[in-house]
C-alpha cells in the first residue's frame, strides 16, 4: 500500500478567494488527503431547516480539482446555538452537578433522545448530498469522542436512558441488588426509577454502580456513532474513520471501532507529553521538545487494533500547541520523525493539523503548517519532505510482531473506580509495559481482550486486565508462547466484584492472590533478582515461584510457559523480566540507548532518535530528531 | 475485669447456612463479642412499615447459641432508598450547596425533623424487639458520627434549627449582634429569620457565625443520639457505646459521651497514618505498616475519658483497609500488638473489623479475619493468640497516670475558624505535646477541658484551649502540681472574640500577649535553650521569664508551678521543656528509643515495638512489632 | 507639599465615650488624617429610609474639634441585610454559578441596577449631609474595588448588562460574528440575547468572548464609580479617591483613577509577599517580617500615575494582619520604612490601618496603632517617630525619573485568558522588569499604555503589551531615547486575535515573530551574553540582531534604540541587559546590594534597608529596617 499524507483544512475561515491557492499548495507540497467539514454545522445551516451548501459544494470542488480527496467529517461536535432553543435539555452535566454550557464544543450529552435525532438528521442530510461526490474519499464521524471529559454526563436525560439500560440489563431490581451486592449498606432498589447517578454521594458510591455507569456511558457513545455509520454507508462507499484522542480510556475505542472501516487518532507527542504523562521530571525536560520515546507508538499500535489493520494519524501536531501547561517548538525533524515513525507503525495516512494557523478563536496558538499570514512554518517543508521521501520509498507491509500486549477499556473504568492507592492507573501500567518492550527494540501488536486466538505471538501480556475474557482464558488454555499475567488481572468481576475462588483463576498455574497491597512510592519492595515492585504487590500462596521479594512473597509466579506477576515492577526489574521471558519464548532483543527506538516493517528496519542529541550505535551516528531506514535482513 | 475480643459480623451479606459455622469459628478462637445490624435498615424494613426480623432473630440466636454476645447496631446510619420518597429533603447539603445524595451511607441531615422522627422510630422497634434479648449485651448507636464530614450540613433543614437555636441562645437580634460583633461590616441583623448559613459568603463570614454554627451542629449531633439512647434505656438494661471515629473533631465527643454507657473508636493504624497525620515523609515512610507509635494511644487515651473509664475498641484495623490514599499490609504480629496496646490503656474490649471480607461493594477491598473465601486471613490467627494471652493473664487495672492533657473540641472549632497560619491545626498541636510525653515513657490522662479538680495529676497540660473553663480556672488556681499553658490558650471568649484584658489571664502569672504571629515552616524561632518555635509564637509581657527566644521574646513564662508556653516548640524544645518540668514535678521520665513505647497498667508495663525492626532496650531486645509485658516493680 | 500622616478609624465600634481621648492621642502623636464610615451603611441607615446621623455628626464633630481632618467613605461595600428582601438578586454569582451570599462584604453585582440605584441614594445622602462639613476634607469611595475577586460576577444581571454592552459596541451579531471568529467552532450568534456569559463552558470558551467579558466587567466598575464621584462633586469641593487594592488587575484602574482627585491603595507588605509573590522559597523566607524590597515601591509609582500625581497610602500594615496563609510580625522600624518609602516616592499622606485593633469579628488578628486595650502597639510609637521625622524635614517634591515602564491592565485580561503557558502572568512579567530597574538604583515611572509624550524618559519599557495603544506607537516613532519592547508585545488585537502581519509591527524595527513557545521551569534556554530565557520565548525574522540564544534565536533585536526583547529573561538576562541599554540612554546606574533600596526626591536621596541584618555600602551601614536620607548632590 502507498503512504499518503494530508491536512486538515476549514475553508469556511478563509476567503473564498484563497482556497484555490491553498489548494494548489498542499498540491504541490505532495499532500493527498484535505479534512474538512466537522466543525461547521453553523454554516451548513445557519437557521433550522435552511441549509447552505454551496460553499462547501465550491470548497470541495476546489480541492478535488487541485487532485486532492476530501474527509468530510460530520459536524456534530459543534451544534449551533439555535439547537439549545429546539432542545434546551440537551446539554451535558458534569460530575458536580453544573451544566457545561454552549460557547465552545462537545456541548451535548449523548443520551439526549432530541440531540441523537438532529444529529442523525445533519448527517442524513450530508451524505445525502456527498455521499456519491467523486471527491469525497473517506469520511470521519463528529470529533475526537470523549475529549474535555465528555462521556460521563449526569444530565436527566443520562439517569432515564441509565435506569432503562440497566432495566434491559438485569431484568429485575432483586437481580441487580444482587449483582451489585447493594445490601452492604442498605443500599437496595425497589425499582429502577429510584436508581441515580452515582456522583455526588456522601461517599463514595458503590463501585458495581460507578462500573455500570461507565459502560453505560461508553455504550451510549458507540450507539450515538452507530447512527452515524449506518446513515453514511446508506449513501456512500467510501470508508468511514473517527479520529480518537491520545490516551482517553473513558469509552471502548474497540466498540466504537467496530463500526468504522478505519481507525485513526490526534497525535499531539508534545502536548501529551506536558499534560498525559506520568514520568520524572528529569525525563520531561530531556523530550520536551520530542515527546515521550513510546507514546505516539503505543497508540499507533493501540489504533492498528482497534481499526483491524487499517489506521491513520487524522492530526498530526505541526509545532506548538494551545493547551499543554508548556507548549514547546518541536526539535527540528520532528514533524518529519514523527510521521515516518507512524508509517513504519503501518499508518496509511498521516494528516497535519492544520493547514494555516487560525489568528482568531480558541486554537489560535495553535502552529499549522503555514503561519497565519500564510508563510510556511517549519513543518511545511518537513511534510514536503516527507512526501518526497515516500515518492521515492517502496510500498511496505508491516512486519508481524512476536509479543501481543492486552489493552481493555474496562480495566481502565474497573481501576479508575478502585485504584486502592492513590499511583494505580491502568493506562500508565499497561504503558510502562509496552515502554520496556520498546526499551528491548521489539515490534508489539497491541490486542483486543477477548482476542481468541494467541497462535500469532511468540509472547502474551495481559497486565491489569481486571476480568480475563471467556475466549481470552480459552485461548491461554491452549497456549504454547509465554505469557505474562498480572499484577491485579482477573480479580475483577464484570461487577467489579472479587471472585470466589479467588483470583487469578488461571488455567493450570495453582496461584490465589492472598492479600494486596498499594504502596506509596517511596516504599518500593526490592525482588531477589535486582529492581523492586512499587506501587502494588500481591502477596499469592502458590507452589510454583520462580522469583520472590527480599521479604520473601512470591513475586513470579510460574516456571512454565505462564507466568503470574504479583506486582508493578519498575524499569529495573521489568528489564530484567522481559529479557529472561523473550529469551525463554525465543525471542531476539537487543537493549536500546536511551532515547533510540527501532521499529520493523516487513523489509524494512527504521530508528528513530527521540533525544536532542546525536546518538552513536552499531557504529552508525544518528542525529537529533533523525530518521533512518535499512532493509531487513532477510 | 476480664478484657475480651470480639468482632464485626453481617449475617444479612452471608447465606444463612453459613452463619452456625461463622459463629462456631467466632467462638473457636476465643472471640467474645459479635456486632451486628448497624448497616441492616433495607433488611429490617424492606419497604414502609412492613418489618422483617426473622431473620435478624435467627442471626442473633445462632451467635447467642454459639454463646457469643451481640452488640447491637441501630441502623440509623443507613436509611433505606424509600425513605427519601417521604423525605425528601432529609439529605445534608455541603458547603458549596450540593445536595449529597443517596447512594453510600450517613445521608441524613442532623437537622431534618422528618428523620429524626424515623430515627426514633426504627429504634423503638428495635428496642422493644431485642431490649430483653439474652444474647443482646451492648448496643451501638448509628455508626461513626461526623465520618465522611457529615455533622456540617448547608441544608434548608440546618438554616432552620440553626436560627431556632440562636433565638435561644440570644435571645434578641441586638444580643446577637453585640455579641458577634456584627456592627463590623454592616452585618446587624434585624431578625432571627435573616440569619444564614456561614457558607457561600464572598469572603469569610464572621468568625463568631462560624463558631456559632460549629456548636450548634455539634449539640444536633448530641441531641439526635440522645434520643436513642433514651429509647433504649426504656427496653434494656444493656450497656450503650457508639463508635467515634479517629481525628474527628466536628463534634463534641465528651457531649456524646455523657449519654453513652461506653465509648467506643474505630482503630485503623495504617489508614490514619496514610490519611490523616502531618508527619515528616521519612516518618510516614519509617511506620507505614505498622501505623504511628502514638496515634492509637493518644485515641485510647482520649475515649477513656469520653467513656468515664470505660471505653472499647469497637472496629479494629486487621489487614490492609480499602479508603487511604495507600493501603499497606500491617507487618505481621501488628494486629497482635495494637489490641494489647488498647488493653494496656484500659480497653475492656477490642472487636476486630469485620469477620469476613465482603467480595462486593464499596468495603470489597478492606481486609478481614478471614478472606472472602473464608480461609483465615493472618488477623485471623492473630486475633487467637491474643486470646489464648488473655486467657492465661491476670487481670489488670489502669494505672494513675501522673500527667493529664486537656482536650476541648471547641478549640477544635476554633482554630478551624481562625487559623491565622496555614499550619496551625488544634488536633496537631495537642498530638504533638501527647507525643513529646509518650517518648518519655509518661502514662498521660486526657481530660475534660471542664475538669474541676487537677488534684490527681503531678502535671496538667492545657495546649491551646481557646476557652479555658471557669471549673478548670478555679482547679488551676489552687493546684499544687506543674501547669503548662499555652500556646493561644485562653486567649479567646466563647463567641471567639478576643478577651480584654488580654490573655491569657491565668490567676496568679503576670503575662499578657500584646501579639502573636504565625510562621512559615521554613522560619523557625531559636529558643536561647535549645530547639525552636515554629508555625506559632506570641510576644509576652511577662515579670517572670524562665526561658527567652534568640532574639529576646520570652518563651516561657513563669518559674514557679504555673508555666505559659508562648509559641509552638520543635521536637527538641518540647523534649527539653517536658523532661524539666518532669523533673520540677516529681515524675521520673525514661527517654524511649525511636518507636518503641511503653504503657503501664496498675501491676503491669508493657513495651511495644513499632519498629520494622528489633529493637534493644536495657539489656533486652524485642522484634519487630513486639509486645512486651513485665511485672511492675513495686 | 507638607506630606502627612493619618489612621483608619471606627467610631461605631467603640463606645461613644472613648471617642474624644482617641481623637486626643490621634492628634498628640502627629497624625493629620482620619478615615472614617466606609463600612458604617448598617448604622447610618438601620432601617430602610430611617437615617442615623447624629452618632456621625458627633464623631465627625469630635474628630475635627481634635484638629483632625476627616477622610469620609461612602458605605455601599457593605449593604445592611435588610438590602436584599428589596433586592433579592443583587448578589454577586460566582465563576461556578453559585451566588455569593451575605455574611462578610463586597456582596453586590456590579451590574444590578437595584443595587447602583441605592448606591447612588446613599451617597447623595451622606454627600448632602456632609459635602459642606467643615471637618471633612477628603472622600473615599467604596472600598478595595475587586477584593475578594468581586469585578467578574456571572450573575443574570450581569448576563443582560453584558448583552447590552455587546451590542453597543458591536452594533449588530454579524459584527460581533466575525471580530470574535465565532465560525471557529460553529459559535455563531443570530442575536445578543443568545450571547451567555464565558463560564461553565464545556472547554474553554472563545478568548475573544473572556476578554469583552473582562472589558465590560472593568467598565461596570468604573460606571459604578462615576456615579458616586459625581453626586459627590455636586455637594462638596474636597477631593475624592478610592482605595486600590495591592496587585488586582481584574479592573482599569487608569479608568476609575480619571474620576479621582486621589489615588490610594491599601500597603500590606507582608500579606502580600505571603500571599501574591512569585519569589524562590529562601526570597521569601529572608524577607517575611520586611516584604519583598520592590513591590511597594511598584505600586506607589503605579498609584502616582492612577492619580496624575496625587496619591495616598490610605490603609498601611501597621503589625501582622490575618488573612494571609502566613501572618509573621513586621521587624521592628518597618512601618516607619514603609512610610517613608512611600513619602519618598511622593505619597500625600499615608494612613495607618487601623487605630485600634477589633477584639472582635473577621479582622480581630488584625493589628492596629493600639493593642484592643488601647495600649500601643509598637507601630504606634513608629508612627509617631515618622509625624515627629517628618516636621523637621523641609517639603521635597518627587524627581524626575530617567525610565518609564508600562503598565496595562487589559495586557493583565489578555494574558490571564491566554497564558499560553503555566507560568505567563504579566503583573509578573512587568514586576520582574521593574525589580531589575530598581535593583540599579533607578528611579522609575509607571505610565499608562495611551501615553503620547515619550520624551520625558531616555528609556521606556513595555513589556508584553498585549496591543500597543496607537499614540503610544506614535509616540514611539519619533522616540529619541531608549525603547525596549516585548516580549510578545503588540502580538494581539484589542478582540484577542494575532494580527497579520504578523507582530510586533514595531515602527521602524524590522521584526516578525514567527514563532512562540512556553517553556517548563526547568528549560531555560541560555543566551549567548549569558543568563537565559524562562517560561516564555520567540522566534523572530529580523535583520538586525543584537544578541542571540545560544541555540540561535534572535534574543534581541535592534542595535539602535528601538529593541525587541524576544524572551522572558531571567535575573542575570535582565540585569546585563538593562545596565547595557541604560548605558546607552546615558542613564547612569548603581548596582545595589541585596535588599537595599534607594529613591530620590528632587533634592533628597533616600535608602533603605529591607535587609534583616544590617548592610554596608559606600562606607556606611544602614540596620535592619532602617532608612537613611541625604541631600542629593547636584
Known amino acids: 500500500m502507498k503512504r499518503t499524507l494530508g491536512v486538515c483544512y476549514y475553508p469556511e475561515h478563509w476567503p473564498e478567494t484563497q482556497w484555490a491557492e491553498d489548494a494548489a499548495r498542499m498540491a504541490d507540497i505532495g499532500l493527498t488527503w484535505v479534512r474538512v467539514g466537522e466543525f461547521a454545522w453553523s454554516r451548513m445551516e445557519p437557521e433550522p431547516g435552511r441549509m447552505e451548501w454551496d460553499w462547501l459544494d465550491r470548497a470541495i470542488g476546489t480541492l478535488g480539482a487541485a487532485g486532492l480527496k476530501v474527509v468530510l467529517g460530520t459536524p456534530t461536535a459543534t451544534p449551533p446555538r439555535w439547537m439549545l432553543a429546539r432542545h434546551p435539555d440537551m446539554l451535558a452535566v458534569d460530575v458536580h452537578g453544573r451544566t457545561r454550557g454552549f460557547g465552545s464544543r462537545r456541548h451535548y450529552c449523548f443520551s439526549h433522545d432530541g440531540y441523537n435525532a438532529e444529529s442523525a438528521r445533519i448527517v442524513t442530510l450530508l451524505a445525502e448530498r456527498y455521499g456519491r461526490s467523486p471527491h469525497v474519499a473517506a469520511w470521519q464521524t463528529d470529533n475526537e469522542y470523549a475529549c474535555h471529559d465528555t462521556v460521563l454526563s449526569y444530565s436527566d436525560a443520562a439517569r432515564r436512558a441509565f435506569r432503562d439500560w440497566l432495566a434491559q440489563r438485569y431484568q429485575s431490581p432483586e437481580a441487580l441488588n444482587r449483582a451489585w451486592g447493594n445490601v452492604f449498606w442498605s443500599m437496595d432498589y425497589a425499582s429502577f426509577d429510584e436508581i441515580d447517578l452515582p456522583n455526588l454521594t456522601v461517599t463514595e458510591a458503590n463501585p458495581a454502580h460507578w462500573m455500570d455507569f461507565r459502560r453505560f456511558s461508553s455504550d451510549q457513545v458507540a450507539r ?214 520498546r526499551r528491548l527494540g521489539l515490534n508489539i501488536d497491541i490486542i483486543r481482550p477477548d482476542t481468541a486466538d494467541l497462535s500469532p505471538w511468540r509472547m502474551v501480556l495481559a497486565p491489569g486486565t481486571a476480568t480475563l475474557s471467556k475466549p481470552f482464558l480459552a485461548a491461554l488454555e491452549t497456549y504454547k508462547g509465554v505469557s505474562l499475567i498480572g499484577p491485579r488481572s482477573n480479580s475483577k468481576t464484570e461487577t467489579l466484584a472479587i471472585p470466589v475462588p479467588l483470583p487469578p483463576n488461571l488455567p493450570g498455574l495453582a496461584c490465589t492472590v492472598a492479600r494486596v497491597e498499594s504502596l506509596p512510592p517511596d516504599l518500593p519492595v526490592p525482588l531477589t533478582g535486582g529492581g523492586a515492585f512499587t506501587f502494588w504487590r500481591e502477596k499469592c500462596e502458590a507452589a510454583d515461584v520462580a522469583e520472590t521479594t527480599a521479604d520473601g512473597w512470591p513475586a513470579l509466579i510460574g516456571t512454565g510457559g505462564m507466568r503470574y506477576l504479583a506486582g508493578w515492577p519498575d524499569d529495573a526489574a521489568l528489564d530484567r523480566m522481559l529479557s529472561d521471558l523473550c529469551g525463554r519464548a525465543g525471542i531476539p532483543v537487543e537493549p536500546l540507548p536511551e532515547g533510540l527506538r527501532r521499529r520493523d516493517t516487513a523489509t524494512t528496519r527504521f530508528w528513530f532518535n527521540y533525544n536532542p542529541e546525536p546518538v552513536t550505535f552499531a557504529g552508525r551516528t544518528l542525529p537529533a530528531a533523525g530518521v533512518l531506514w535499512e532493509p531487513l535482513e532477510p
Open 224 to 437: 450515538f456513532n452507530r447512527v452515524q455509520t449506518d446513515i453514511i454507508r446508506r449513501h456512500s462507499d467510501a470508508p468511514i474513520a473517527h479520529n480518537y484522542m491520545g490516551r482517553i480510556t473513558d469509552f471502548d475505542h474497540f466498540a466504537v471501532g467496530a463500526d468504522l472501516d478505519i481507525a485513526s487518532w490526534d497525535a499531539y507527542p508534545l502536548g501529551f507529553l506536558s499534560d498525559r504523562l506520568e514520568a520524572p521530571a528529569e525525563h520531561k525536560r530531556r523530550f520536551a521538545r520530542q515527546g515521550d520515546p513510546d507514546f505516539q507508538a503505543f497508540h499507533h499500535d493501540l489504533y492498528r487494533a482497534v481499526g483491524r489493520g487499517r489506521w491513520w494519524i487524522m492530526e498530526q501536531q505541526p509545532g506548538p500547541v494551545n493547551w499543554a501547561p508548556h507548549n514547546p517548538d518541536p526539535l527540528p525533524g520532528m514533524a518529519r520523525l514523527w510521521a515516518w515513525e507512524a508509517f513504519a507503525h503501518g499508518a496509511e495516512a498521516v494528516c497535519y493539523f492544520r493547514w494555516r494557523q487560525a489568528p482568531f478563536a480558541q486554537e489560535q496558538m495553535h502552529a499549522g503548517l503555514l503561519r497565519p499570514d500564510s508563510a510556511p512554518a517549519p513543518a511545511f517543508h518537513e511534510a514536503a519532505q516527507v512526501a518526497g521521501e515516500l515518492a521515492g520509498m517502496d510500498d511496505v507491509e508491516p512486519a508481524a510482531a512476536p509479543v501481543a500486549l492486552v489493552f481493555d477499556y474496562a480495566s481502565a473504568w474497573a481501576w479508575a473506580t478502585q485504584p486502592q492507592g492513590r499511583d494505580f492507573d491502568y493506562f500508565r501500567l499497561v504503558f510502562h509495559l509496552y515502554k520496556g518492550l
